[in-house]
């Protein structure tokens, strides 16, 4: 008895997957208590890839995503391209990543204190050699880890729970109101290919650290429907694929972290592009002008 895989959720009595529901709406608590009393030493790696370190085949993101020409570009062979970051997002980004290594550092070592009942894989793979719903949609990625609970040291599961860490900055972390939608269809992959029953989309507040409730919305189990839905998406993608026939583009934010915005070129991006362009070209004529309205030099 217990939640471990996503078929319990329909095996088990609903007292019992609700049973299990609140025990993981604990985590949060469980967090902060491990925090709050937590005085060793710590030492732990942190890093991150560069763009480069990129692996074939289909990601998460690819799939989740509402834009579906990334997975279309990335099906039909076309190379993804490192694109040139601002710094501005880039240190961003290595905040983000920072945070991530010390969260799952925490729950390492939550879990290496509690002598067999809590063990904590973090940046759990996902590729074609690992699961077959993988190899299925050569789905490539890493989750950023799974806890597993006993009821006894070292006993049989009876409780898995996906965790998801997104760092927000305080302004988007005041307005989370509901996991955002890209983060629900990204997760709903990571659930199905990992055979993981619930999950908690741990937001955190770059600024502050406060963290979000890992109770509903935030904690939830699989959506079997969304799951259908990005199914279906994926297998309408690989079809287009297999015919050569470009989807249409979903234009947003993410054109600008797009691998493939060169071969795509979105009007999104074109718009920026000649906003600068103006912009330059304002402030050469500016600097003519100011030039020109000096007073002239004096003649010896
Ligand atoms: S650049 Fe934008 S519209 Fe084009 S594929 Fe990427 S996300 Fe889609």
């Excluded at 970051?85 to 990543?97: A, I, N, Q, T, Y």
């Excluded at 509901?178 to 990204?186: A, G, I, T």
Aim: net charge positive; with cysteine.
């Amino acid at each position: 008895m217990g939640l471990v895989t996503i078929a319990d959720l329909h095996r088990e009595p609903p007292e019992v997957v609700a049973k299990y529901v609140m025990w993981a709406e604990d985590l949060r608590d469980m967090y902060e208590k491990f925090i709050e009393e937590d005085e060793e030493d710590v030492n732990f790696a942190v890093g991150w890839h560069g763009a480069k370190a990129r692996s074939g085949g289909l990601h998460a993101s690819e799939i989740s995503g509402a834009c579906k020409r990334p997975a279309f570009y990335s099906l039909t062979g076309h190379p993804r391209e490192d694109k040139k970051l601002d710094p501005f997002w880039k240190k961003r980004f290595r905040v983000g990543h920072m945070l991530h290594g010390m969260i799952q550092e925490d729950w390492r070592r939550l879990a290496e204190k509690s002598n067999g009942l809590i063990s904590f894989e973090r940046e759990v793979r996902i590729g074609p050699d690992l699961q077959p719903i993988a190899a299925q949609y050569d789905i490539h990625s890493s989750s950023d880890g799974v806890l597993v609970f006993r009821d006894h040291p070292w006993g049989p599961a009876v409780l898995r729970i996906g965790l998801e860490i997104k760092t927000e900055s305080p302004l988007e972390f005041e307005k989370i109101k509901d996991v955002k939608p890209q983060h629900q269809r990204q997760t709903c992959v990571y659930m199905r290919c990992l055979d993981v029953p619930v999950l908690w989309t741990m937001y955190v507040n770059k600024g502050n650290q406060n963290i979000i409730p890992s109770k509903y919305p935030y904690l939830y189990t699989f959506d079997f429907n969304l799951w259908n839905q990005i199914e279906g998406e994926a297998k309408e993608v690989i079809h287009l694929a297999t015919i050569k026939e470009l989807p249409p583009r979903t234009e947003g934010i993410s054109c600008e972290f797009c691998g493939y915005s060169s071969i795509c070129n979105p009007e999104v991006l074109q718009m920026k592009e000649r906003r600068k362009l103006a912009k330059e070209f304002r402030t050469k004529q500016q600097k003519k002008f100011s030039k020109g309205l000096r007073a002239p030099r004096s003649t010896p």
